[in-house]
């Protein structure tokens, strides 16, 4: 019934400022939302089996988030290009 607060705790005492741990939490909510909807939509595509599909696949898009890498964000992409690895 208590599971916001290890998050909260987690996310507070992350980073030097409470404003950055969130700022990064974003950044890796969006990252894997990201990467997981891609990955869904390979899965969608091809065969679930089909792995000369899902490794170019993982390359465009790992290739594409580094590309198009922002300063801003900068982890956010980052995040998306790890990720879908395991996700795929």
Known sequence: PFG??????????????????????IDRLVGTL?????????VDFFASDV??????AITIFTFATIFLKKDEHAYQYSYAATSIGSML
């Not at 990467?35 to 869904?40: G, T, V």
């Not at 792995?51 to 170019?56: G, L, Q, V």
């Open 51 to 56: 792995d000369s599909a899902k490794i170019p």
């Open 4 to 25: 916001l607060w290890p998050g909260l705790t987690v996310a507070s005492v992350n980073l030097a400022t409470t404003g950055s741990s969130f700022h990064k939490a």
């Open 34 to 42: 990201f990467a997981a909807a891609y990955a869904s939509l390979v």
